[in-house]
């Protein structure tokens, strides 16, 4: 009997449920259909989404060189001896089963005993590799379960750390002693090393750890992703040029069981390191620097007063960055914090400059008219205003004096008596001409933006007090509310040193780099502006400053010293700036060092013997052909 008329003789609801049963039989071939042809690849591709996983290798950092070629920062290998827990499964679970046993001999092992079991399993039996190495170089690796359940969860397909950053003969050690077919490995990564190890410190930088990595056009996005620690710049030169620095991250991509394991690599690409960066810094030069300093605390900056190179900036005290590779432990960071060494002072500080701002009052008044070659005036020790004396340096005075003396031997009295003339507005504006209300701009991160040159807008602002007279004396001679930073002071040496009223440093070595043009900006007039230059150079001959002497070399030079109030007493600070050869200018320097013993700290003995050898080896490696006396 055929289908049809069998169907006919079916009861009619019969008939209905069949056709009903032979419609959705359709619907599912065809849904079948769809899904095993049509959309084949999607699901193909939602497979090896859980069957693969990616992890990306961080390259190691450039190399940072200084201007001569001489290696600051490089890389140095990092031995770490690690177990793969892949290839601990067997042990894993060898380990459980004992565990459970043990366990049922007393109660049942219910679901969440397995758990807990399977924690203690894999704690067991990778403290045995622990223990390996222990007796192997001597030294116990402190781990615990958390650390091993935490790399369990969440790197499971990076090697797991029994010892980190071991030496070159515990690696030896280790080496000779770990069977061939051993789980444990030695797995090799790189740390920053800085061969000179504290010197230019606060201008290098130092790095720490991210998980932030270059994935830029490596395949896979979007698949379960493992990550290597890689490193960033935190600060200094490593921050500025972080991008530059870094390496091109590798890849290994790998099919995976279904409890995740590493089963077979599919992809690898390696790393690629970052690209080196070459500064400015003449490392010989930072080196006379923070060796001319010593123990004491302040900062030194020295430019290259034709291209705008930083030479050297030292701040101290100092710390090793060498400490602080491949990790900062508390233990340091809490010494350095201590020891105030965190701050750039270079960059950072801030401090009343002294007598040698006393260039800006003389410009002031040369600009305005109230001063000139011969103006004079009688240094008794002491200039009364008002209720109140205002003392010289030198308590016997220096007599009558010149604009010539006056600048020459730094005294008071001259610049307290002509301030008044001068006015604190003009005196504040000719600082702002030269940008010293404002960061040099210089391509370094966390440069200060906190200096004050102070007027009478700002001190009512900021006081709620009137200008007094007794401000505008104390302005003239770099005291009172002003502060200004050590790179401030560089950069207005060599603006002066060019006739100019802004200078803006660089820390990128350019070989190829020309001399800047020079604008002649400051507009101050040659015979004014010969008149600051003569009085500076007759300070570096037989002046405050006479300690700088650099034979065969014109210097121009002025001297400081300064007081100011903390909340842990008074600081006082000895200066110096100048620049040589004073008819050719080709280097700038600034030197500050703070002291708390009254009466120690003066520019002229204490900043000056800092300066000098910096002169004297520049001009020796410069060569005399290019100096012009």
């Given at each position: ?84 827990l ?61 650390a ?63 998980e ?23 600060t ?15 890849l ?131 200039y ?9 340096w ?43 209300h404002e ?55 060599a ?6 009223t ?9 070989p190829f ?5 020079s ?52 600081i ?58």
């Amino acid at each position: 009997m055929r289908v049809a008329e069998i169907i006919r003789t079916y009861h009619p609801r019969l008939r209905v449920i069949t056709y009903i049963l032979l419609i959705n039989l359709a619907v599912l071939s065809l849904g079948l259909a769809y899904r095993q042809l049509y959309l084949y690849s999607e699901y193909a591709e939602r497979e090896e989404r859980q069957n693969l996983r990616r992890i990306i290798v961080p390259g190691p950092r450039g190399n940072i060189y200084d201007r001569d070629g001489r290696l600051l920062v490089g890389n140095r290998a990092r031995y770490s001896a690690v177990v793969v827990l892949n290839e601990l499964r067997p042990e894993f679970r060898e380990e459980f089963r004992r565990l459970r046993w043990a366990y049922e001999e007393d109660e049942v092992c219910v679901p969440a005993c397995s758990y807990y079991l399977q924690i203690e399993a894999r704690s067991n039996v990778v403290q045995r590799y622990i223990d390996l190495v222990e007796t192997a170089i001597g030294r116990r690796p402190e781990v615990d379960s958390r650390a091993i359940e935490k790399h369990f969860g969440q790197q499971l397909l990076l090697p797991f750390p029994l010892i980190q950053d071991m030496h070159p003969h515990e690696y030896a050690l280790l080496l000779e002693q770990i069977p061939v077919h051993s789980p444990i490995q030695i797995y090799t990564s790189n740390a920053r090393y800085y061969p000179y190890g504290s010197l230019a410190n606060h201008l290098i930088g130092y790095v720490g750890t991210t998980e932030e990595l270059q994935e830029k056009d490596l395949p896979g996005s979007d698949l379960v992703t493992f990550k290597a620690r890689n490193y960033e710049g935190r600060t200094g030169i490593e921050k500025a040029f972080d991008r530059h620095l870094s390496g091109e991250s590798g890849l290994q991509i790998w099919v995976v069981d279904p409890s995740g394991f590493q089963y077979e690599p599919k992809t690898l690409t390696n790393p690629v390191q970052g690209k080196d960066v070459r500064i400015t810094i003449d490392a010989e030069l930072q080196d006379i620097a923070e060796m001319g300093m010593g123990n004491q605390v302040g900062a030194i900056v020295a430019l290259d007063v034709k291209r705008g190179d930083l030479l050297v900036m030292a701040s101290k005290p100092s710390y090793d960055l060498n400490d602080l590779s491949p990790f900062m432990p508390v233990s340091v960071a809490q010494d350095i914090f201590d020891r105030g060494a965190w701050s750039n002072r270079a960059l950072q500080g801030l401090y009343a400059p002294g007598s040698t701002f006393k260039l800006i009052t003389a410009m002031a008044g040369l600009r305005k008219g109230v001063l000139d070659r011969n103006s004079r005036t009688y240094c008794g020790g002491g200039y009364s205003l008002g209720s109140h004396l205002f003392q010289c340096w030198k308590k016997t005075g220096h007599g009558t004096v010149d604009f010539h003396e006056a600048v020459r031997m730094s005294c008071n009295v001259y610049f307290f008596h002509f301030s008044q003339k001068i006015g604190g507005d003009q005196i504040s504006a000719e600082a702002r001409l030269f940008s010293l209300h404002e960061p040099t701009g210089i391509d370094l991160p966390y440069e200060t933006d906190k200096m004050i040159i102070p007027t009478r807008e700002w001190k009512t602002k900021n006081r709620n007090e009137r200008w007094y007279p007794g401000n505008t004396a104390n302005l003239a001679i770099g005291q009172g509310f002003i502060r200004i930073t050590p790179l401030q002071m560089a950069c207005f040496a060599a603006a002066l040193a060019r006739g100019e009223t802004k200078f803006v440093p660089t820390v990128l070595y350019d070989p190829f780099r020309q001399a800047k043009p020079s604008r002649n900006d400051l507009n101050l007039g040659a015979a004014n502006y010969q008149l600051i230059l003569d009085a500076m150079e007759a300070t570096a001959k037989n002046g405050t400053a006479s300690l700088i002497k650099v034979p065969g070399v014109r210097i121009a030079a002025k001297t400081g010293t300064s007081e100011v109030q903390t909340p842990e007493g008074a600081i006082h600070l000895a200066w110096t700036i100048c620049f040589a050869p004073i008819n050719d200018p080709e280097i700038a320097v600034a030197v500050v060092v703070e002291g708390q013993v009254p009466g120690m700290f003066h520019g002229g003995d204490t900043a000056v013997p800092i300066a000098q050898p910096i002169l004297k080896r520049f001009f020796e490696k410069v060569g005399h052909g290019r100096i012009r006396l």
